[in-house]
């Protein structure tokens, strides 16, 4: 294949609305008679395989895993104190949410995390522990890849920074 391949078989990734990936493979495929190029990205935790046309992975947000230092700042963000905010409707803020967890980016979903934690579920409603969850399990994915351990074991340390602060 040619040397402007971002990622390699192997490479795991990040997919903005998908979370943590892994490249399977590059393969060729031709539709509606133009032949592309794509990686073949297998997203484990949704059961999904994606394929997304090389030249057009840059556009679409896919990146490499973040670096300690990003992961370290989102670490940061669910150690801050949150401010509350008053008259904001749920449907609001939780299309803001939806918005930061669909970014990729680490910091903004530590932000949601932070903001959806609580220590007893039963002050949230359905829709509050669904999306705390989706955030929490989304920065998991990531924090397990870089660090080496398994989702659980990343779920676990997010946990407890967001207790230490509490």
Do not use: C
Not at 74 to 100: C, F, G, H
Not at 107 to 131: C, F, G, N, P, T
């Amino acid at each position: 294949m040619s040397n402007r391949l971002a990622f390699a078989a192997g490479d795991y990734v990040v997919y903005p609305s998908h979370g943590v990936g892994k490249v399977v493979g590059i393969e060729k495929q031709t539709i509606a008679g133009i032949e592309l190029e794509m990686y073949v990205v297998k997203f484990d935790s949704e059961r999904l395989i994606l394929r997304v046309p090389i030249d057009k992975a840059p556009r679409s947000g896919m990146r490499k895993l973040s670096s300690r230092e990003k992961i370290q700042s989102a670490l940061d963000t669910l150690k801050t104190r949150i401010r509350p905010r008053r008259n904001v409707m749920w449907s609001r803020r939780a299309q803001e949410y939806e918005a930061k967890i669909n970014s990729g980016d680490p910091v903004a979903i530590a932000e949601v995390v932070r903001e959806l934690h609580r220590k007893d579920d039963s002050e949230q409603s359905y829709s509050e522990r669904q999306m705390y969850r989706a955030a929490l399990e989304r920065l998991a994915r990531e924090v397990a890849a870089i660090e080496r351990v398994d989702e659980t074991e990343a779920t676990r340390r997010l946990e407890s920074v967001l207790l230490e602060a509490a």
